[in-house]
């Protein structure tokens, strides 16, 4: 079974306007921490946000803010006020405690914000 | 602060030669990860050094890959022989503390790697 699935792999905006990225997971661990990267055509991989399973708020950083349902096993990343430089690959991501504890990636979401 | 640094940040060569990847981690990072990234598999770990030990490397495809770090500033992943199959991006990343799941990873650039 996927660990991580982004069903959306790829999604148009319009600057200026929210979208949410959508992402799912899968583990059996109670501890466990959720990731969003992003990657520009340049190829760097750039790390936006982070949320704990223990964390009983949503994360927010900036215009980017993560809507965590525990229960759901969902962890969307929401970007406010696009802007023309989000457009990128959006990998959503998860580190368990048992296991390999490394990062688990999902396929990624290919974002295009229009102007 | 200087990120994590790669090189050579873009490899050509030919199939049968032996490639050696460089990654400098963040300094204090006490994990170092190597991921590898392509269009079919998306990205996947290849192998992770927590305090310069070699934890996990289930996930090296083959015996013709093979990574070390020697200290704790410098990791090198080597291909002998490289096949075009290993064309990739590879991405070296390093998070602060061994072992710890909260831990953020930060990814280097990445060496884009063409095997003819």
């Known amino acids: 079974a996927q660990k991580i699935t982004q069903t959306q792999p790829g999604m148009f905006v319009q600057e200026k306007e929210a979208v949410t990225l959508d992402c799912t997971y899968d583990?059996?661990?109670?501890?466990?921490?959720l990731f969003w990267y992003k990657q520009p055509s340049s190829g760097e991989m750039i790390f936006l946000i982070y949320?704990?399973?223990?964390?009983?708020q949503n994360a927010t950083e900036g215009r980017y803010s993560l809507n965590f349902q525990k229960a759901r096993k969902s962890a969307n990343l929401v970007i406010s006020a696009s802007q023309l430089g989000d457009s990128a690959m959006y990998f959503c991501?998860?580190?368990?405690?048992?296991?390999?504890?490394?990062?688990?990636f999902g396929s990624g979401t290919r974002l295009q914000v229009q102007p | 602060d200087a990120g994590v640094i790669q090189s050579p940040r873009h490899e050509v060569t030919e199939m049968g030669q032996e490639v050696t990847l460089r990654c400098k981690p963040i300094?204090?990072?006490?994990?170092l990860f190597w991921y590898r990234q392509t269009m079919m598999r998306g990205l996947e770990l290849l192998i992770y050094?927590?305090?310069?030990?070699?934890?996990?490397d289930s996930g090296m495809p083959e015996d013709r890959f093979s990574a070390k770090m020697p200290n704790a500033s410098f990791s090198t992943l080597k291909i002998q022989p490289s096949e075009p199959r290993d064309s990739a991006v590879y991405f070296c990343?390093?998070?602060?503390?061994?072992?710890?799941?909260?831990?953020?990873?930060?990814f280097g650039p990445g060496t884009r790697l063409l095997v003819l």
């Open positions: 990343a390093s998070s602060p503390r061994a072992g710890v799941w909260t831990e953020t990873q930060y």
């Open positions: 583990t059996s661990d109670q501890s466990y921490g």
């Open positions: 949320q704990g399973s223990y964390d009983e």
């Open positions: 991501a998860m580190r368990e405690d048992t296991g390999r504890r490394a990062l688990t």
């Open positions: 300094s204090g990072h006490n994990s």
């Open positions: 050094f927590n305090n310069n030990v070699p934890i996990d």
